[in-house]
């Protein structure tokens, strides 16, 4: 089984756009990036050319010796067997962070020879880009990012014929009721999805199985690699702080505030000893960092908080295997599990934010007041969001933010049905990654 993913149509727009450069695509370990290139080598090209530099030592030091793509692809062919021609082959360069002479080698292959095909997968271009030594061809590459499996991706495999109604009922533009059987039925599939992740691998598992023991045991190893690479690309003198890090991070998701405390990680802490290990986290893609805005003004990045904010999960999955949580009683909804259910709605909203918004994602705090979860700008506005894990959507934060700013358009996750009442939309959890079209 393969789950199909979203990206593979922006991959056909990239190869068919005449002018492509060479592609970068980002994104955290064990998210699908080799599989989802060599897919797209196999149906859209003639053949392809993989290399992994990883591994592939005897062609990593071919690149410290020319740059010319002409003699490049000569010498590809020759150590592959390919017959690599422009325009029918696409190469593909997998961990390019691991031969930054290969990274470099993309201005060429841009300015030389554009009729070649080159997509390159990265999961740390960011942490290896703080190498000493290391450049970056600005310019010369187009970039993608492939984020964990979406719940919009997740249901065709889940309930197909229950992702067709779906689509069906976006399509027709209408803020209607959902019918209370396709509503019943999705939040089914949305608690299922949350307790499962994004993580191909454990998807997998989880529809061949059903078995959340099998499932959480892939959860599990992806974590596990995670940490394996922290002593491979981190100066040694972090790395104990990183694995403090990585091993307390979830501690803060699990305050009701959220809010990323280094004291959490040990009582002396500091920001200057840790702030290296918070960036690496943030450049693997392991963790995303929302920052505090309290004055919301465009653009929202110029007022942010840069000593305030919070740390969620590339991956709602991994986040409830870290935090130990049974998904059993998140599915049925044990009372005992309330505020951790919270968490990881909030980390699955912001995670579809981000995949339809890009990464400036920020929350609003307004003192010990109030606060709101997540804000960000689309078309010139700033759209204010409240996410509520449950039925229950009383809260006076949201409300305190539209008497005092007036925003043009509010949005209130729950599990409730959809619902518009003029400025303010609510929508049901399981609507979030169609978001960019109903708004």
Known sequence: MKIER???????????????????????????????????????????????????????????????????????????????????????FDEIQECNDALNSLKYFNELLPAQAVACAGSLIGVALKRKGSSFPVGNVDILTLFPVSFKEFLPYFYDQLFKFTENFINSGLYETVPDIFHSQLIDAYKTYLCCGGMPEAIVKYLKTKSWQQTDKVNSQILTAYALDFAKHIDSKDIPRLYKLWHNVQDNLAKEDRKFRYALIEKSARAREYENAVEWLVLSGLVNRVFEVTTPRLPLNAYKNSSAFKLYFVDSGLLRTKLHLSPVDLIQGNSLFTEFRGVLTENYVLQSLIRQFGNEVFYWSSGNQAELEFMFENNSRIIPVEVKSALSIKSKSLSEYRKKYLPELSLRFSLKNLEKNKDLINLPLYLSDWLNRLI
């Open 6 to 92: 979203n990206l593979l149509d922006e991959l056909v727009a990239w190869k068919d756009n005449p002018s492509r450069k060479p592609l970068l695509l980002q994104g955290a370990r064990q998210v699908g990036k080799s599989f989802i290139l060599k897919q797209f080598g196999n149906q859209y090209f003639a053949n392809y050319c993989y290399v992994n530099f990883d591994f592939e030592s005897e062609i990593k030091s071919e690149f410290s010796r020319t740059k010319d793509p002409a003699k490049l692809i000569t010498i590809l062919s020759i150590v592959k067997g390919i017959d690599i021609k422009p325009g029918k082959t696409l190469i593909i």
